[in-house]
């Protein structure tokens, strides 16, 4: 066979130019599309909607240990709801800055100034139920006017460290109304109480915090009480940083703990071999 005709110096460089152009334009195509899930979009943190790094497992849900952690702990501690459907409720919950407190929220997009309580209670009305955190300070004047009926939940969640010429306020009220009665019989053996207790600390894993941001066990705890289920709708009134949505949409979910689960139990891959931790 008569071998192929040497190149021309030029066109050799030509061709070895095209070469490593073709290769980096594909190494670019390739590392693109590591950032990519399917269909071309861009995956996104399940907890902090960040994007996801190109380096981390296709199976990622999280963009670091850290959101995974946060976002396994929220799930566990809402769990989900335990109460047999029945005809769907509309419910709201209201968490609006406490009467006098509206400055702390001036930076929030939101902030409109301080709350008229008269109309936010006549706009719950026609939902089948609701709830209302308040302050201790202000439970007087709130509850005068709201309809008859209505009960007082109690959240103990703990003094602040501060110093006080008065006793400090370690509690929360909560007024709530309607819901859905629940047949004792199916309760599992969480009871619903008309309290809870349990410590606050700040959410800094939680994107868009603000002040008095409610932790999962609160979210949790309210949802129990209102007798949520499966098939409701909720309409968070004063969504803040998102948490009661991220709360609920975990809670009326068919199973909302096994992506938590499979989170928690997945074991490092391969990649932990090569002196890399995969981020999940």
């Known amino acids: 066979m008569t071998a192929p005709p040497a190149l021309e110096p030029s066109r050799?460089?030509?061709?070895?130019?095209?070469?490593?152009?073709?290769?980096?334009?594909?190494?670019?195509?390739?590392?693109?599309?590591?950032?990519?899930?399917?269909?071309?979009?861009?995956?996104?943190?399940?907890?902090?909607?960040?994007?996801?790094?190109?380096?981390?497992?296709?199976?990622?849900?999280c963009c670091s240990v850290r959101c995974r952690q946060a976002r396994h702990r929220f799930l566990r501690t809402v769990g989900r709801a335990a109460v047999a459907g029945g005809r769907a409720l509309r419910l709201a919950y209201a968490d609006p800055p406490y009467p006098g407190n509206a400055r702390l929220y001036?930076?929030?997009?939101?902030?409109?100034?301080?709350?008229?309580?008269?109309?936010?209670?006549?706009?719950?009305?026609?939902?089948?139920?609701?709830?209302?955190?308040?302050?201790?300070?202000?439970?007087?004047?709130?509850?005068?006017?709201?309809?008859?009926?209505?009960?007082?939940?109690?959240?103990?969640?703990?003094?602040?460290?501060t110093a006080s010429w008065r006793p400090l306020s370690a509690w929360e009220p909560v007024i709530y109304h309607g819901g859905r009665p629940v047949d004792p019989a199916s309760l599992p053996p969480e009871r619903r109480t008309d309290s809870l207790v349990h410590g606050v600390s700040p959410l800094t894993t939680l994107p868009g915090r603000v002040t008095g941001t409610k932790p999962a066990a609160f979210?949790?705890?309210?949802?129990?009480?209102?007798?949520?289920?499966?098939?409701?709708?909720?309409?968070?009134?004063?969504?803040?940083?998102?948490?009661?949505?991220?709360?609920?949409?975990?809670?009326?979910?068919?199973?909302?703990?096994?992506?938590?689960?499979?989170?928690?139990?997945?074991?490092?891959?391969?990649?932990?071999?090569?002196?890399?931790r995969p981020v999940r």
């Open 106 to 161: 001036r930076g929030h997009p939101d902030y409109a100034g301080e709350v008229d309580h008269a109309a936010l209670i006549r706009r719950l009305g026609p939902y089948d139920g609701w709830a209302l955190s308040t302050s201790a300070t202000a439970l007087p004047a709130v509850l005068a006017l709201c309809p008859p009926g209505v009960r007082v939940a109690a959240w103990h969640r703990g003094e602040r460290p």
């Open 12 to 61: 050799a460089a030509a061709v070895c130019d095209a070469s490593a152009a073709a290769v980096g334009d594909a190494s670019a195509r390739a590392a693109d599309d590591a950032s990519r899930g399917t269909g071309g979009t861009r995956r996104i943190c399940a907890w902090c909607r960040g994007a996801i790094p190109a380096a981390a497992r296709r199976d990622a849900v």
């Open 219 to 276: 979210c949790r705890w309210v949802f129990t009480l209102l007798g949520a289920a499966p098939g409701d709708t909720l309409d968070d009134l004063f969504p803040g940083s998102g948490a009661v949505s991220r709360a609920w949409a975990a809670f009326t979910a068919a199973d909302p703990s096994h992506q938590a689960r499979a989170d928690a139990s997945r074991q490092p891959s391969a990649d932990a071999t090569r002196g890399r």
